[in-house]
């Protein structure tokens, strides 16, 4: 029998028939289903706000604005319930929207002019040029006075982005496929970024752009001068590098310039663009894109210049040493012509060594040229020890200026002249800027000691410790699917893995280099990466465990937990997560907990959860009042007696109790003959579990505020409740914070048969009640239940079992219930849950030969 057809037989048998009951019934048919897509809304956008499913913002803004059109239908089911009772519900619900709504928005994008600016304007603000422009429009005096200056250029400005997708109206197409990102779907990600780089490349510059771009390259080209077209995105150099993230038109022409701009603003929507955003939690609005044009240079040599990093293999790839050795020194990486060949890491770039005075001595030249991890070096240097001088001697300018160590893009042109042309702060800074708690990540752990070494004297370009599976992976593609906390064994360091800094523990490569965009970007986010060469692939076995140590260039078998205790932590404190973490405020924390309260009224709705759980319970006490109410009773529900401290209320459809029971007031465990409750009873009233035989022994009011608590034994309002039939149970199960719902058929049609469970909520804090849904799904899971979690909701179900196998299980399943009541409270780490899962094991198994219970 399906739970519609149990509804209608619920219908005609318990209720008296008429319209109006019919309606009431209809509305609460409705209402369930209204509250449940709520509920599982919440859990989404808990699934983002607990940072265990990064997101764009745009989906925040989609989720949220679909919880608040259930909301809406929600409440207007409840008023059609009882209409005069819940008159007015509607103006205390737009209150809670309103909050909800301003948090979600963000500030309507800037399309004024100035869309064309020169890269020396006095006007040129961060804000206008982007992290990019902006820094060498500040650099540009002392790159001069160093002998490096910055080439001439314009900048087309952040406005003129918003400008240009507001006049083509792209921002609702490009947010609905922001809003479906699923960064755990690498070809969905793909084909929605293609479509958004389409739509912007079918755009339209609006003719005062086009005019003022025209004017400006052609003005910097001259007669027959070739350009470069370069991001600048707001964000980008910043607090977040985006290095290797966005585009570069090189080798552009005048009249190229306006369609290479739109392949830059196209680029913003690349796979790994997108991702890189989203981890950083910077939403697509926030982030518009400048482009930054300027001649392009004929490069004999380019590369980067980092002002601090640490002497010995760590930093520079070298061996250590010279007159001060240990101390920070400069670097500086070189390859032919342009830079590119370094950054996306296919060249082993020739690396000079220096000190960080002023002006810089040469150390040594700690690395020669070569193609590969097992190319032959170049013998003859890239850059003679006068130029590698000169470009040091630009780089600690840049530092100067910013009074912060930095990252120097430069080239050498073929006529000798040494440009500056891209400078911004070191990530090993920015990664120490406030984002770690615990040990500093200048602040190696100390060395194990015992550990079977795999791997030594790798190059580190990204410190710091991880440990987890080994998988080698063959083409950058590999790595969609990779499990969580995988130690990639690569060839090299492409930029596009930066799309699973937040999901690998570690990166191991044959070839690539410290100065690359992906090293870049692994530091910002504590991966550790070292660079081993070809042995690297026989060294580390696939599916073997290794922790890596980022600090020494080592790779040790197994889990070494005197490397991995020491890591520092890290907190998401990005854009993203501090914005939703007020919105959530007014989305799901739950003020509502005790309905007989009388501050359990509409008045006091301070969430959205707050209006889910008001309409639920509103909605059940109206369902009870169909048979009528004595005092704080219920007719046709008849109270269960029992040694648990419950109170629960169970309405009997048909066959659900035995005969003689027909009529008692109230009941008892032995009156049951549903086959799914009385199941589900035997193993919540095991006696291995112990309840408390009386609450007023504590003081529950003030343990309900933080943990789950057992409601009084007089409290009908807390109630919870079963809908049985001789083969059917609805139950709903209520420990103050958190709640279960097992809706169940058991009987001879194994192909009918099913049960699903749902477990929500808890009193403790976020930890706690994560530990105890991974219990509550490894449980479940054992016996055979699909389990699955979403924020604080556990949905789990079970079909097609032999109706006596079934039984066993949702024996379980009662025990389950009563063992985790208050578990969310004493469960503190992963070694504790452990233990819990082998004890309900036990435990299980002594329910299988027949005890417990």
């Known amino acids: 029998m399906s739970i519609t057809q149990l509804f209608r037989h619920w219908t005609y048998q318990v209720f008296a028939p008429g319209a109006l009951l019919r309606s009431k019934y209809n509305a609460f048919k409705e209402l369930l289903a209204h509250d449940e897509a709520c509920l599982e809304l919440i859990a ?15 989906r925040v803004v989609y989720l949220t604005g679909l919880l608040r059109e259930r909301v809406v239908l929600l409440v207007a089911r409840l008023t059609d319930m009882n209409p005069v009772r819940h008159m007015g519900l509607g103006e205390y619900r737009r209150k809670v929207e309103f909050y909800v ?6 500030p309507a994008p800037d399309v004024a002019p100035p869309h064309v600016l020169s890269l020396d304007d006095p006007s040129l603000t961060p804000e206008l040029a982007g992290g990019k422009a902006a820094n060498l429009a500040r650099a540009a005096a002392a790159a001069r006075g160093a002998g490096a200056p910055v080439p001439e250029g314009f900048v087309i400005t952040a406005n003129c982005c918003q400008y240009v997708m507001e006049y083509n109206e792209l921002r609702d197409e490009l947010d609905e496929r922001l809003a479906r990102v699923n960064l755990a779907e690498p070809e969905e990600l793909a084909r929605l970024c293609a479509e958004m780089r389409a739509l912007v490349l079918r755009a339209e510059l609006p003719e005062a752009v086009r005019a003022g771009v025209r004017a400006a390259a052609r003005a910097l080209a001259g007669e027959e001068r070739l350009l470069a077209v370069r991001s600048s995105a707001i964000a980008e150099d910043g607090e977040a590098s985006f290095a290797g993230q966005y585009a570069s038109e090189l080798g552009v022409p005048a009249d190229g310039v306006e369609r290479a701009y739109l392949r830059v603003l196209a680029a913003k929507y690349s796979a790994k663009a997108v991702t890189y955003r989203i981890l950083h939690g910077l939403a697509d609005l926030e982030t518009p894109m400048a482009a930054l044009v300027m001649p392009l240079i004929d490069a004999r040599a380019a590369g980067v210049a980092y002002t601090r990093v640490a002497d010995g293999p760590g930093g520079a790839a070298g061996n250590g040493g010279g007159d001060r050795a240990g101390e920070p020194v400069l670097a500086v990486y070189s390859v032919p012509g342009l830079g590119t060949s370094l950054v996306d890491g296919r060249m ?8 960080r005075d002023d002006p810089p001595r040469l150390i040594e030249l700690a690395a020669r040229l070569g193609a590969g991890a097992d190319a032959p070096v170049v013998e003859a240097p890239l850059l003679s020890s006068m130029e590698a001088k000169a470009v040091a001697r630009a780089a600690w300018a840049m530092e100067r200026e910013f009074g912060r160590p930095q990252d120097v893009e430069w080239a050498v042109a073929r006529d000798g002249a040494l440009h500056v042309l891209q400078t911004r702060t070191l990530q090993s800074e920015r990664a120490a800027s406030g984002t770690v708690s615990g040990p500093g990540p200048g602040t190696p752990p100390e060395p194990p000691v015992g550990a079977r070494v795999l791997l030594q004297g790798a190059e580190p370009a990204s410190s710091g410790v991880g440990c987890g599976l080994v998988v080698h992976v063959d083409t950058v593609m590999d790595v969609g699917n990779i499990d969580p906390d995988a130690v990639l064994v690569v060839r090299t360091l492409s930029p596009s893995l930066a799309r699973v800094v937040r999901k690998a523990s570690a990166v191991v490569a044959a070839a690539g280099s410290r100065a690359s965009h992906l090293a870049s970007v692994a530091r910002e986010f504590g991966l550790p990466v070292l660079i081993a060469g070809d042995e690297v692939f026989s060294a580390l076995e696939p599916d073997s465990v290794v922790t890596v140590d980022g600090w020494r260039g080592a790779v040790y078998a197994g889990r070494v937990a005197a490397l991995l205790d020491a890591r520092p932590r890290r907190e998401d404190r990005s854009p993203l ?14 003020t509502l907990t005790d ?28 369902m009870f009042s169909l048979v009528g109410r004595g005092g704080r009773g219920l007719r046709g529900a008849r109270r269960l007696r029992s040694e648990l401290p419950i109170v629960l209320y ?19 465990p032995n009156d049951i003959k549903s086959l799914p409750m009385w199941a589900l009873w035997w193993g919540l009233s095991s006696e291995d579990v112990a309840w408390p035989k009386d609450t007023l022994h504590l003081d529950w009011e003030a343990f309900d505020r933080v943990s789950a608590g057992i409601f009084d034994h007089e409290s009908s309002l807390l109630a919870s409740y079963a809908v049985t039939s001789e083969n059917y149970l609805h139950l709903m199960v209520r420990f103050g914070y958190h709640f279960a719902v097992v809706d169940a058929l058991c009987g001879p049609d194994v192909g009918a048969n099913y049960v699903n469970f749902r477990f929500m909520g808890g009193g403790a804090g976020p930890d706690g009640r994560r530990l105890r849904l991974c219990f509550v799904r490894r449980a479940l899971e054992e016996q055979g239940f699909s389990a699955s979690i979403k924020g604080d909701l556990l949905d789990a179900s079970l079909a097609r079992e032999h109706m006596d196998h079934l039984q066993r299980k949702l024996a ?10 208050l578990m969310d409270m004493q469960l503190k780490d992963e070694e504790q849950l452990e233990a819990e899962v082998g004890a309900f094991r036990a435990a299980v198994a002594r329910f299988a030969r027949g005890g417990g219970g």
């Open 577 to 590: 997560a501090r914005r939703l973490a007020g919105v959530m405020e007014r989305v799901s924390r739950l």
């Open 812 to 821: 379980v399943l009662g025990y389950l219930l009563a063992r985790t009541r």
């Open 348 to 355: 082993r770039p020739e690396v000079h060594r220096l000190t």
């Open 650 to 668: 169970l309405l009997d459809l048909e066959g659900g109790l035995f005969e003689d029971a027909a009529d008692k007031d109230e009941i008892t």
């Open 595 to 622: 309905p007989g309260s009388p501050d359990f009224a509409p008045e006091k709705w301070f969430s959205l959860h707050d209006v889910v759980r008001y309409a639920h319970e509103k909605a059940v006490a109206e």
């Open 101 to 106: 709504q301003m948090g979600v928005e963000l």
């Open 44 to 58: 989404d956008l808990e699934e983002i706000h607990y940072n265990r499913e990064p997101a764009d913002w745009a």
